[in-house]
């Protein structure tokens, strides 16, 4: 099979980039493919953002996957007009449910779900005549240019005391997840995040004994890191920054891994005191399985036993991709820092066939690149590549500071 772009993820980064390269770089549907192995775009978007109980996101609402940044709000005024709750403070997030419809309409308006191409990236090259991709089952793609938007899909961060294989210890990411209790039971949720704070509030809604384990305390930020990082408050200094080891420094110091926004944080802190989530702050000294129970042995010495362990501790640090990006890198010689993830020109290209989003362009759009923010920037920036613009004039600044303000 061959195509003029392949985009290989349908997730928030590729299905935004696909839905500007049509509606703003006037690609034709007919060039363009999604690939993902999902049953449908989106898919473990929606899946995670439902097992953790999300009522509203962390991003303002200018945050979205249109192609302008007021396109939500003109959405809900047209379709949702009246309804109450579906913005919340500061910022104007946007409820879960709004932010899924108005994703649904792109995907509709532009026709994307007909783009998409159900499958697994089992490996990729540089060839003479285009990017060969080989999928799992055997299919093989030439695209002429490929969009790596392949986001966090790589087996979720366990801790070390935490069993594989075992059938009441799950983590909430990975992938097919579907344990979550039904009958109530004794839970204890690991993780000190947004994430790990509101898989605790759901159990703890629908009527469960919650345990929560956490390594160190709740880290109060808004969002993931500093709006500055947006525009050239920040950036300005790191694209000036020539040393990648440094850029990677800036990265690390910058994101806020493990915070909770504050809404989140009070309603946590609410239920902690009514005794519906009892918090524990201290490390697992010592993990066991026997037949119907689970017992923690946590570092102050004391011991809880629950029914099941439902992991929420993310994802780690390293690049995105594995050996299928291994390939890639040998297939052409592609640049990486130190750190393992590409060097890319300002426009986001890591070869003149490859562009990238997402974590692997972290080292060119700095720590807010793998959030929806992130994935609008490296849309601006791969579309001023298409239209000739020089990668030296490249604006850092995309949202304005101004669509920032609490409303």
């Given amino acids: 099979m061959k195509v003029d772009w392949l985009i290989i993820g349908g997730g928030i980064h590729g299905v935004h980039i696909a839905a500007r390269l049509i509606g703003e770089a006037r690609l034709s549907p007919e060039q363009l493919q999604i690939l993902d192995p999902g049953e449908r775009l989106l898919g473990r978007w929606r899946d995670r953002s439902q097992v953790v109980g999300m009522s509203h996101l962390r991003s303002p609402s200018v945050h979205h996957l249109g192609l302008s940044p007021l396109d939500l709000h003109a959405f809900t005024e047209?379709?949702?007009?009246?309804?109450?709750?579906?913005?919340?403070?500061?910022?104007?997030?946007?409820?879960?449910?709004?932010?899924?419809a108005h994703s649904d309409a792109v995907i509709d308006s532009m026709k994307l779900d007909r783009l998409h191409l159900r499958g697994e990236a089992a490996s990729c090259s540089v060839q003479s005549d285009g990017v060969l991709v080989s999928l799992a089952d055997g299919r093989?793609?030439?695209?002429?240019?490929?969009?790596?938007?392949?986001?966090?899909?790589?087996?979720?961060?366990?801790p070390e005391w935490a069993p594989v294989g075992t059938d009441r210890v799950h983590h909430v990411f990975q992938p097919g997840f579907s344990e979550w209790p039904s009958e109530e039971e004794a839970v204890a949720v690991v993780g000190g995040g947004i994430s790990a704070a509101q898989v605790a509030l759901r159990l703890a809604e629908e009527g469960h004994s919650v345990h929560l384990i956490s390594r160190h305390s709740l880290r109060e930020h808004q969002f993931d890191s500093d709006p500055g990082w947006l525009g050239p408050?920040?950036?300005?200094?790191?694209?000036?920054?020539?040393?990648?080891?440094?850029?990677?420094?800036?990265?690390?110091e910058a994101r806020h891994r493990g915070s909770v926004p504050p809404d989140v944080l009070s309603a946590l802190r609410k239920a902690v005191q009514r005794g519906a989530v009892k918090w524990h702050e201290r490390d697992v000294d010592e993990f066991q399985v026997f037949d119907r129970e689970l017992e923690f042995r946590l570092s102050d010495g004391e011991t809880l036993r629950v029914n099941r362990v439902l992991l929420a501790s993310g994802f780690g640090v390293e690049r995105p991709g594995g050996v299928l990006i291994d390939q890639l890198i040998e297939s052409a010689q592609l640049a990486c820092a130190d750190c393992g993830y590409p060097i890319v020109d300002a426009a986001l290209r890591w070869?003149?066939?490859?562009?990238?989003?997402?974590?692997?362009?972290?080292?060119?759009?700095?720590?807010?690149?793998?959030?929806?923010?992130g994935a609008r920037r490296a849309a601006e920036r791969i579309i001023w590549a298409?239209?000739?613009?020089?990668?030296?004039?490249?604006?850092?600044?995309?949202?304005?500071?101004?669509?920032?303000?609490?409303?």
């Fill in 233 to 252: 408050k920040f950036m300005k200094s790191f694209s000036r920054e020539a040393s990648y080891a440094k850029r990677r420094a800036m990265i690390i």
């Fill in 386 to 407: 298409l239209r000739g613009e020089r990668a030296d004039e490249l604006p850092t600044e995309v949202v304005k500071p101004a669509l920032l303000t609490e409303s």
């Fill in 78 to 100: 047209k379709h949702w007009r009246g309804v109450r709750g579906l913005f919340a403070p500061p910022y104007d997030r946007p409820a879960l449910s709004l932010f899924d």
């Fill in 351 to 373: 070869h003149s066939r490859v562009f990238v989003s997402g974590a692997l362009a972290e080292l060119e759009l700095g720590p807010s690149s793998r959030n929806i923010a």
């Fill in 140 to 158: 093989e793609i030439l695209a002429q240019q490929v969009v790596l938007a392949i986001g966090t899909h790589d087996p979720p961060e366990r």
